[in-house]
């Protein structure tokens, strides 16, 4: 064998080795958690009308490609003890690149023009507040395995602290998922302001709304006359204060 065919396959050996370290192939899919209404894609976050779509029940869902791709879709209602009747529901669009170091953990980076955040507060807000939305995040670890219940593959995420993310499951394979690019390209000059609402080392949490909601004063892109169904989560924060009220005086 030639050095120089020898130095080709060396160098082909060396460059599967780098794609299998930053791409894990069981990561590829649309990853849904329980409620299975949340997924990523066009249902979720339509970019030429500018619009998110409320799913039926809250969740999350994560799509990852095999050449290192990822979209994501949050929608969580938030919710009030001391005031029932103003629960709160936002909505968050992200997609990006990821890459997975030697080390296991996985770092997504996103288009930082093109993530979207909806926030309904009617006790606050006449419209629901639309911002750009720009977190790039940190996971320590994650898994993929059967689920021994459900009998199909769940993927666990473990943010940068090790707290866990909600288990989800595969819903699509090959991933449901808008195009992998710019969906939204503007000047370095923009006077739209996409800002940054976070670091590298995120986490996802109901104590989080005092962040974004100083966010929503800067790079507001507009104020949507329609809301998340806010009727819904009235009902929902009813529920829940009952639930606390039963749970403090049986325990």
């Avoid at 955040?117 to 807000?125: F, G, H």
């Amino acid at each position: 064998m030639s050095h120089s065919l020898r130095s080709v396959l060396i160098a082909g050996a060396v460059l599967t080795s780098i794609t299998v370290a930053q791409f894990d192939p069981q990561l590829t899919g649309t990853w849904s958690t329980k409620s299975n209404t949340v997924f990523t894609g066009p249902g979720f976050y339509d970019p030429v009308n500018e619009k998110m779509i409320e799913p039926a029940h809250t969740g999350i869902s994560y799509s990852f490609t095999d050449d290192g791709h990822y979209e994501e879709a949050y929608y969580r209602a938030i919710s009030n003890p001391s005031q029932p009747q103003c629960p709160q529901a936002i909505m968050q669009f992200q997609h990006g690149t990821f890459q997975k170091s030697p080390n296991g953990s996985l770092t997504l980076t996103p288009f930082a023009v093109d993530g979207r955040q909806l926030l309904s507060n009617p006790c606050s807000y006449d419209s629901s507040i639309y911002t750009r939305y720009n977190i790039t995040e940190l996971f320590e670890r994650y898994e993929v395995l059967t689920d021994p219940y459900h009998n199909i593959l769940r993927l666990n995420l473990y943010q940068f602290d090790g707290a866990p993310l909600n288990p989800m499951y595969l819903a699509y394979k090959p991933p449901q998922m808008l195009p992998t690019q710019t969906l939204n390209p503007t000047t370095a000059t923009s006077t739209g302001g996409a800002k940054s609402t976070g670091k590298v080392k995120s986490k996802r949490s109901h104590d989080d709304l005092g962040g974004f909601a100083e966010s929503l004063n800067e790079g507001v892109l507009m104020k949507r006359k329609e809301t998340v169904n806010a009727d819904r989560w009235w009902w929902i924060g009813v529920g829940m204060t009952a639930i606390g009220g039963v749970g403090y005086f049986c325990f």
